[in-house]
């Protein structure tokens, strides 16, 4: 096994600061010809689908079977980029990189839900609204949780994370409203009333759609479609994955997500993995092509719109997906990984009078070049912290000199640890992938005599040569585009009491009074206080003074346990919040934020005595849990939950959505006093005192 270094070390080593967060200029050549020639500027219509592999056309011929024509049209109107890839292979993050042209690690959107992108960073829309263009967002945001409209669109139609695809709420320029139909119709159908709007100048219309994404729901009218074809067996499928990094195999045996590790944590890793039987027939599968039926209904009509208007041919017509996909490669779903079948993505253009009908372009292409080429092919100025560069030279066949390498990065989401931070260089023929937080092997692939990478040559002696350049061409290209770890947050809040109660009345003077559903009341530690069954709980409603996101926060109470397991308190869901909770006997608080679950544990049950319990998030996002006073645990968060969530509060049971990856039976059974929340940071000195108060 080779030597490995931590994260830091890793990051030190590039000899790169925090400032080197700091965009950095592009250097880009502009084309304006064809804006110029034409006396005209172009439209813009950019059309993101989520989720959908770069093969997931008809055109390209796979499953067999697919009918796509109007995605097709475009392609066999325009060019294809077959070459084209992703810079991170996860939505949100991959959004951020189409709208600012940079990488995750510049925008600083590094996992889904989370945050948008750097407010210092322009998006595309945002040049091309000051510039004069009439702009529009419609459809799928999915990066902050929020569905309000964001800076750089004169009309907003989207909704908060990922939607429903029946009868969703919506929210169009701030209002929010429900609307019946189904999610793609529905987009197509707000995008055709912005195109037939009166206007005397250009226009940029972002279609972002749902579909895709899973769970894959079709439009009825396509729930029958494709019934009885079958998916071919992808080659890779029998990947055993010996040779290979040990956390892949691990995935497999003990699950990625955090409870199913947990639960599966002494299962034995074997060096490989035998392949079960393809089945050729999978319901879902068939509806992931199903549901992407409605998308090209609707990119059909959308075309015809633009004939019908006569701006077919002035309007420069992007489409491209938002990450790959498996389909059982490696045997695996979802995307994440850097083999090619995640990094690969959909890309085609049309924009007759430079682009050749039916052209493909070979080098390699990423999401970071969109924003360049659209602003470019508009005649706009590109900004300097735009990373990707303006395909418009590949389009002309003039000399330029094309990137040959670029780099990947997977920063590890809480809710999933089981997929570690990685870091790739990918070049015309070479893959390297690296993983600097874990101690386990790296990943090497030779695409051309292994596209399938099924052979892993980073621990082959005869390729150490190879893995010595590649190592350092990531090197580069890290150093190049600045990478830096993401700032700490810094909010200075001290603790403000705004719920106190040792039953259910709130002491505090904010009104936070609970509602009690069962309990016994029993002798506490001082007087009276309430004993839960495992089925009792007490409800508090979502309050403006038990707002718990942008800033620390704190969470006591003393507890006398009856069984091991149980929630003490818990605030949100599964996109946003936090709970306290006993796992086999070992406190735990758990926080959401953007879907992705960052925990600290105490190592020891703490028994069945009163036991004092606080949990701390803290000014510089640090999770601190105390036991009777001492610091029991310490772990670094992101950042500060996002958003409040929208559910309320609930003492001894999470109800509803559940927080954490605990089963929805998981009411507390014991006694329950003193419950405390505090807006804002409350000091270890505080939390001793309250421990120590213990008569």
């Given amino acids: 096994m080779a030597d490995r270094v931590d994260r830091r070390t890793f990051i030190r080593s590039l000899g790169i600061g925090a400032a080197g967060a700091a965009a950095m200029g592009s250097g880009l050549g502009r084309f304006m010809g064809n804006a110029e020639a034409q006396g005209k500027r172009p439209n813009v219509l950019f059309i993101l689908t989520d989720d959908q592999r770069v093969d997931a056309m008809s055109c390209f011929g796979h499953p067999p079977w697919l009918r796509t024509p109007n995605m097709d049209r475009i392609r066999n109107e325009g060019v294809n980029f077959q070459n084209a890839f992703v810079t991170t292979s996860l939505c949100s993050p991959s959004r951020g990189s189409f709208l600012t042209g940079c990488y995750a690690h510049t925008h600083n959107v590094r996992t ?29 945001w999915h990066m902050q949780p929020s569905a309000n409209p964001r800076p750089g669109f004169d009309y907003w139609l989207s909704f908060r994370g990922q939607g429903k695809y029946i009868n ?21 159908d707000y995008a055709l009333r912005f195109l037939q709007q009166p206007r005397t100048g250009p226009f940029c219309l972002y279609l972002s759609h749902k579909a895709v994404h899973g769970p894959f729901t079709p439009a009825e009218r396509h729930k029958n479609l494709y019934s009885g074809e079958q998916f071919p067996e992808p080659e890779s499928f029998d990947d055993t994955f010996e040779g290979k990094p040990e956390w892949i195999r691990a995935g497999m045996v003990r699950g990625a997500r955090r409870e199913a590790m947990r639960k599966n944590k002494d299962k034995p ?7 079960g039987k393809w089945n050729p027939t999978v319901e879902g599968r068939t509806n992931y092509y199903r549901a992407l039926a409605a998308v090209d209904d609707g990119i059909g009509r959308v075309l015809d719109e633009l004939q019908r208007t006569g701006e077919l041919d002035n309007t420069l017509i992007i489409f491209a997906g938002d990450n790959g996909y498996f389909q059982g490669e490696h045997r695996r779903g979802d995307k994440r990984l850097m083999y090619e079948e ?4 959909p890309m085609v253009m ?12 070979d080098e390699m292409v990423l999401n970071i070049d969109v924003a360049p080429t659209v602003l470019d092919l508009c005649g706009v100025a590109v900004p300097a912290s735009v990373q990707g560069e303006s395909v418009a030279p590949l389009l002309c066949e003039q000399e330029t000199n094309w990137r040959s390498s670029f780099l990947y990065e997977y920063f590890q989401e809480g809710w999933l640890p089981g997929i570690p931070t990685m870091f790739g260089v990918r070049t015309e023929r070479w893959k390297y992938v690296t993983y600097p937080d874990i101690d386990d092997i790296d990943e090497m692939y030779d695409l051309e005599t292994d596209p399938l990478e099924m052979t892993n040559l980073a621990e082959d002696p005869k390729y150490a040569a190879k893995r010595r350049e590649l190592e350092g061409e990531l090197d580069r290209l890290m150093k190049e585009t600045k990478y830096a770890e993401p700032p ?42 309430r004993r839960f069954s495992g089925k009792d709980w007490i409800g508090v409603e979502k309050r403006p003074t038990l707002d718990c996101s942008r800033g620390p926060l704190s969470v006591e109470a003393w507890v006398k346990p009856e069984a091991t397991d149980g929630v003490i308190l818990a605030r949100g869901g599964q996109s946003h919040g936090y709970a306290l909770y006993l796992s086999e006997g070992k406190p735990v608080f758990a926080v959401r934020r953007g879907g992705d679950i960052d925990t600290v544990e105490c190592s020891e049950a703490i028994g069945q005595d009163w036991t004092h319990l606080c949990a701390v998030i ?16 310490t772990t670094e968060l992101p950042g500060f939950i996002t958003v409040d969530p929208n559910e309320g509060m609930e003492v001894g049971m999470d109800r509803a959505t559940i927080v954490d990856d605990y089963t929805e039976k998981n009411g507390f059974v014991g006694v329950i006093d003193e419950v405390r929340v505090f807006n804002g940071e409350i000091s270890g000195a505080q939390v001793k005192a309250s421990a120590g108060s213990q008569d």
Avoid: W
């Avoid at 890793?269 to 392949?275: D, G, L």
């Avoid at 705004?498 to 007087?527: C, F, I, P």
């Fill in 488 to 529: 700490r947050p810094n909010v200075q809040r001290a603790g403000k009491v705004v719920l106190a109660y040792t039953q259910a009345t709130d002491a505090s003077g904010s009104e936070n009074h609970g509602t009690l559903n069962g309990t016994e009341l029993v002798a506490g530690r001082k007087g009276k206080a």
């Fill in 350 to 361: 049309r924009y007759p009078g430079l682009v050749k009908p039916g052209s493909t372009v």
């Fill in 342 to 345: 995640s990094l690969r993505i």
């Fill in 269 to 275: 890793v074997p060096p490989k993995i035998e392949p």
């Fill in 618 to 633: 803290t000014g510089n996002a640090l999770l601190k849990l105390y036991v009777n006073g001492k610091l029991a645990g």
């Fill in 112 to 140: 889904n839900e989370s945050n948008d992108p750097d407010p210092s960073l322009q998006t595309f829309p945002m040049v091309l609204q000051a510039a004069g263009y009439n702009t529009a967002f419609i459809g799928k």
């Fill in 168 to 188: 969703p709420e919506l929210n169009e320029n701030g209002k929010d409203f429900k609307q019946e139909g189904y999610m793609t119709d529905l987009l197509t």
